[in-house]
């Protein structure tokens, strides 16, 4: 079987649900594409209140607007295929898909938008390998989505605000958090977060580490300790706390494989989770009509992934003449205004000057690949 | 153990109750919650041995990525319970090693 569309996302989470907005509600044939069974990527396991603007749905909590997204892409009339799997994707824009792990087909597109997000890292101690030793994000699907409670008693390794926040809602789902532990000297996600549940009673210990995980073919405990200035641990500051759950909140990846596989040049950005699809900044990569946003073109946030999807929408738009050059500018003007009120202050200086780093890589990658013509 | 009462979110919407049959033992489920939810609801934290050091894995990333929850499902090796929906009647095996492959499995 094949299908042919104008623009093609893969991913359905909160950057791919956007682009598909933006390109559909402007008359093009959109197919939004994502392995999993329903649609809204992380989206519906966030239950916290949203930060920022008014704009950027402050207030809102994650799982609303992930049904707001929903409900604006059927009146954008983009067709949503779930459980499908691209395995492949040709520079010719021909994507391999697999449907419920059976029926085989392809699906060309004129422009591609890779909106795939990110995995979380992992952290090996021994003992890491037990049942009861979990992604945060894993536990957090766990209870906010399915409602099964991860554990009883957990350990949070990482004071980011995935850490912060993971901890607070296993608070809420019921679940006691005997610590978080956070191996540099300071928190590392937003004061509001750790202060939230700090008020809970919840221990957050820093310059400390996790060293060991014990149990009988299941977590049962953690042995925590404290690191010196170098992170490695100090004898004889170890301490045994009784768990049934570990979390991992120790950052995460950005999932770029289909971009590799379709021949982007890549830069590396540790501070955006590593290994980056170079773009410029209308998110089109160094292969003309293919665009990405969202994590899986440098870690950021929800807010900052939507207004990306926006944005790659407009450049598909626009080169595929759905909308005028004039039409596009006005519309990049704006997003691009919402992006720097988001990629301000402490937690998003660093992320803004990331970004024009690699706008200016994807610069020089193309001016170089121009001169041998 | 199932989140009855939750504080933010809304109360579970109702689903189908089922029975499948872990390694012979009948366990309730919800129809289309993943596999794995509906083992760790109950106890169930063991979902394979490794092949060489014969060590237990569990549930681990939650997105389908890392396979560290593969279990025999209807005699097919090697389905990841984390994002495989539960149907009723549903035959699970804990996992040994890389399980026996079916030739159905492959002819896809």
């Known amino acids: 079987m094949e299908k042919k569309a104008n623009v093609l996302v893969i991913g359905a989470g909160p950057a791919g649900?956007?682009?598909?907005?933006?390109?559909?509600?402007?008359?093009?044939?959109?197919?939004v594409i994502d392995e999993n069974?329903?649609?809204?990527?992380?989206?519906?396991?966030?239950?916290?209140?949203?930060?920022?603007?008014e704009q950027h749905h402050a207030g809102v909590r994650g799982f609303e607007i992930g049904e707001m997204l929903l409900h604006k892409c059927k009146e954008a009339g983009v067709e949503m295929m779930l459980?499908?799997?691209?395995?492949?994707?040709?520079?010719?824009?021909?994507?391999?898909?697999?449907?419920?792990?059976?029926?085989?087909?392809?699906?060309?597109?004129?422009?591609?938008?890779?909106?795939?997000?990110?995995?979380?890292?992992?952290?090996?101690?021994?003992?890491w390998t037990l049942p009861g030793v979990m992604g945060a994000g894993a536990a957090q699907t766990m209870m906010n989505i399915h409602r099964v409670?991860?554990?009883?008693?957990?350990?949070?390794?990482?004071?980011?605000?995935?850490?912060?926040?993971?901890?607070?809602?296993?608070?809420?789902?019921?679940?006691?958090?005997?610590?978080?532990v956070e191996i540099l000297p300071r928190v590392g996600g937003y004061k509001v977060h750790a202060n939230k549940i700090a008020r809970l009673g919840v221990d957050i210990l820093i310059s400390h580490t996790v060293l060991e995980v014990r149990g009988r073919e299941r977590v049962e405990e953690a042995i925590v300790g404290r690191g010196d200035r170098n992170l490695r641990p100090i004898p004889g500051t170890e301490r045994t706390i009784s768990v049934d759950l570990v979390c991992l909140a120790v950052g995460l990846t950005p999932l770029s494989e289909l971009a590799w596989l379709a021949g982007c040049k890549f830069g590396y950005f540790p501070l955006l989770g590593g290994f980056v699809p170079l773009h410029n900044r209308g998110m089109e990569t160094t292969v003309s009509g293919m665009y990405i946003a969202g994590d899986?073109?440098?870690?950021?946030?929800?807010?900052?992934?939507?207004?990306?999807?926006?944005l790659a929408g407009v450049g598909a738009l626009e080169s595929l003449a759905f909308i005028s050059a004039a039409e596009a500018d006005s519309r990049r003007k704006e997003i691009e205004q919402n992006l720097l009120m988001l990629r301000k202050g402490p937690y998003g200086d660093f992320r803004h000057k990331e970004k024009e780093k690699i706008y200016s890589e994807w610069k020089k990658v193309k001016e170089k690949a121009g001169g041998y013509h | 153990m199932r989140i009855e009462k939750h504080p933010v979110l809304p109360d579970r919407p109702a689903g189908k109750k089922v029975d499948i049959f872990v390694d012979g033992r009948k366990v309730e489920a919800y129809e289309g919650e993943p596999i794995a939810a509906a083992l760790w609801a109950a106890g169930i934290k063991k979902f394979r041995y490794t092949r060489k050091e014969k060590q237990p894995r569990g549930y681990f990333c939650g997105l389908g990525r890392c396979t560290d929850c593969v279990m025999t499902v209807d005699g097919v090796a090697n389905v990841r319970t984390c994002i495989t929906p539960v149907k009723g009647g549903m035959v699970v095996q804990t996992q040994k090693g890389l399980g026996i492959w079916k030739k159905r499995q492959m002819s896809w």
Not at chain 1, 17 to 23: D, Q, S, W, Y
Not at chain 1, 42 to 47: D, V
């Open chain 1, 17 to 31: 649900l956007c682009a598909g907005i933006e390109t559909g509600k402007s008359g093009a044939k959109v197919i």
């Open chain 1, 37 to 53: 069974t329903r649609p809204g990527g992380q989206l519906f396991k966030q239950i916290h209140r949203f930060f920022g603007s």
């Open chain 1, 83 to 127: 459980s499908s799997v691209v395995w492949g994707l040709s520079p010719e824009f021909r994507a391999g898909v697999v449907r419920e792990g059976k029926r085989s087909m392809t699906i060309t597109a004129d422009k591609v938008i890779l909106a795939t997000g990110a995995s979380e890292n992992s952290l090996m101690f021994p003992g």
């Open chain 1, 149 to 180: 409670l991860p554990g009883k008693r957990a350990l949070m390794i990482g004071s980011g605000n995935v850490g912060l926040i993971v901890s607070y809602q296993l608070l809420q789902a019921g679940c006691e958090v005997k610590a978080v």
């Open chain 1, 296 to 310: 899986a073109s440098g870690i950021e946030e929800a807010s900052t992934a939507m207004e990306e999807g926006r």
